[in-house]
């Protein structure tokens, strides 16, 4: 009797330190994907500053009378590609 008592609450135990392991992964999972999600649009919001630094640079080429309208076009239509 007192032996079954004793395997009743170590199963208990062993389930809750179960319960806890999967619950700390499952969190490092999502945290992990929100940190990998967080740099992908650190990522994106650099390249489109970077396009636009670029497309700002060409229109002052071509305000300055450096490119023609063609040139401009050609250029950024290559960079936004």
Known sequence: MLANIIYVVVAFILIFVL?????AITRGVEAKSEL???????DTREIK?????EISKLKKMLDDGVITQEEFKKAKDKILK
Do not use: F, H
């Open 19 to 23: 319960y806890l392991a999967v619950k």
């Open 36 to 42: 990998s999600k967080e740099k992908e649009e650190s």
């Open 49 to 53: 500053q970077d396009l636009s630094i």
